[in-house]
């Protein structure tokens, strides 16, 4: 049992080690999002299947679940990180600017490229922008977007 535990638990140090990448547009070293939720499906998994097996089989278990808990978290890790490089490339030279905290990604439109001041109607030089984004935003469709927004006097 314990030689099945510190296996899956290597594994996961592999997995949040081989996320750890450097930032291209920051610089940073950061890990990426697949390593990390990888590593943490693979635990979690590994101690769902220990906890629903047969007291013979735990071993198996936990190494059954630890695969399918680190393929499920480092594919989705990796949706988030390829999400991210595609809102980058697609709004380079727009002015907008994405910014990543955790889990969230967030857009940061400035005024004085989306409306004019004192009116409610778009730019029309914001629209290319806009349209970029709809399609990204359908391109990744199984997260959900805010839009939050300030308005002048």
């Known amino acids: 049992m314990m030689k099945w535990r510190n296996l899956a638990l290597a594994t996961a140090g592999l997995a949040v080690l081989?996320?750890?990448?450097?930032?291209p547009y920051t610089g940073e070293r950061e890990a990426g999002k697949a390593g990390i939720y990888g590593g943490i499906g693979a635990v979690t998994g590994a101690v769902i299947g220990a906890a629903t097996s047969?007291?013979?089989?735990?071993g198996k278990g936990a190494l059954i679940g630890a695969?399918?808990?680190?393929?499920?978290?480092g594919g989705y890790g990796y949706y988030v990180d390829t999400q991210e490089a595609k809102l980058r490339q697609t709004l380079q030279g727009t002015g907008v600017q994405v910014q990543r905290n955790g889990d969230d990604l967030k857009l940061i439109m400035p005024g004085n490229i989306t409306f004019a001041s004192n009116s409610a109607d778009i730019s029309s030089s914001?629209?290319?922008?806009l349209n970029s984004l709809v399609t990204v935003f359908k391109e990744f469709d199984k997260?959900?977007?805010?839009?939050?927004?300030h308005t002048d006097s």
């Open 18 to 23: 081989a996320g750890c990448t450097s930032n």
């Open 54 to 58: 047969s007291k013979k089989d735990r």
């Open 67 to 73: 695969a399918v808990g680190g393929a499920a978290g």
């Open 126 to 129: 914001f629209y290319p922008t």
């Open 143 to 149: 997260n959900g977007v805010d839009i939050v927004g």
